[in-house]
């Protein structure tokens, strides 16, 4: 019998939802949902808000475990975050598992939003069977994964695969991580709105499908600055393949496309042919799937 897995995906805009049924290497999606995160509501109303959906998801769905996926840094002992650089309030020291533990009744594992999405990519999504995969998010912010031979990579302090904070621009723009220029501060969804003068990332996107010069310009930029980011990822780590998701992403081939042309001019050491560049094949809740999957695998 099949045990029940809950997973959410904590962003700025939304909390997505997704059950899953599996165990081990067998999983299946038996649902997938979508709520406004209300973040200007700061710490308390966000995990009100998170209580309210896995309390309903719960008892819809009889979950066993909870996977909670979480857009930055947390200390992974006490589960009090760390670094939330895109989400209003004061969030430093706020002891958010314990909070939701207490109020679900049950045992919550904590990821990054991004390892998440590398989770679910590289085991069950367009990584699967890849020896080696690089994954990137790009939407509110610019988050990243690295999966080496079926296991999360994270380095000797936990947080390796932030391809969103590389620097690409020496004393560039100031990143919500504290340092200054790096592939997020250049090409997250406020960035590229600004630098199109359009109110969102979509009407970004049809304008440039119409021909708009502003706002292929913009996009033309993003992809140039996040090519030198997966240029970096590309010659340090020789992945199979790299998986491209977020809100930004599903605008489709007309990113992908500047995105693979700028890294393939960047890399020389690798024939061309064999970079491969994909979209996510779970789309925008495939961070919950591997919040979901975190919380019965324990990566």
């Known amino acids: 019998m099949s045990t029940i897995h809950l997973g959410l995906d904590l962003g700025g805009t939304n ?7 599996g165990d081990g290497d067998e999983f299946h999606i038996v649902s997938t ?11 308390e109303g966000v995990t009100m808000n998170l209580v309210r959906v896995g309390t ?49 009744g049950v045992d919550t594992w904590m990821i990054n939003d991004a390892r998440a999405f590398t989770l679910a990519e590289g085991l069950l999504g367009a990584g699967k069977g890849c020896h080696t995969v690089a994954c990137v998010t790009l939407g509110t912010g610019v ?12 380095g000797a302090f936990g947080v390796a695969g932030e391809i969103g904070h590389q620097t690409v621009v020496a004393d560039g723009p100031l990143c919500g991580c504290g340092n200054r220029g790096c592939v997020e501060a250049m ?33 033309s930029q993003m992809a140039d600055f996040l090519g030198i980011g997966l240029a970096n ?3 340090l780590f020789g992945p199979d393949r790299i998986v491209v998701g977020g809100g930004i992403a599903e605008a489709g081939e007309l990113v992908l496309g500047p995105i ?3 890294v393939r001019r960047r890399v020389t050491l690798v024939p061309t042919e064999n970079i491969e560049i994909v979209p996510a094949h779970f789309g925008r809740f495939a961070g919950a799937v591997g919040a979901a999957l975190a919380g019965a695998l324990r990566p």
């Not at 949902?33 to 710490?43: K, L, M, Q, Y």
């Not at 990243?144 to 079926?150: A, H, P, V």
């Not at 109110?199 to 010069?213: L, N, Q, W, Y």
Request: charged share 25%; glycine share 12%; proline share 5%.
């Open 15 to 21: 909390i997505k939802v997704a059950v899953l049924a």
């Open 187 to 219: 090409v997250r969804a406020d960035v590229l709105t600004s630098n199109a003068g359009r109110p969102t990332a979509s009407s970004v996107f049809e304008g440039a499908r119409e021909g708009d010069d502003r706002c292929l310009a913009a996009v």
């Open 56 to 104: 309903s998801a719960i008892a819809d769905s009889d979950a066993s475990t909870l996977g909670l996926g979480v857009p930055g840094h947390f200390d992974r002992d006490t589960g009090r975050i760390l670094l939330f650089p895109n989400l209003p309030g004061q969030w430093n020291g706020f002891p958010l598992r314990d909070r939701i533990v207490q109020a679900l």
């Open 260 to 262: 693979r042309d700028a």
């Open 233 to 235: 990822v590309v010659t």
């Open 33 to 43: 949902d979508s709520v406004d995160t209300e973040a200007a509501e700061g710490p």
């Open 143 to 154: 988050g990243g994964g690295l999966m080496i031979e079926g296991r999360l990579h994270r």
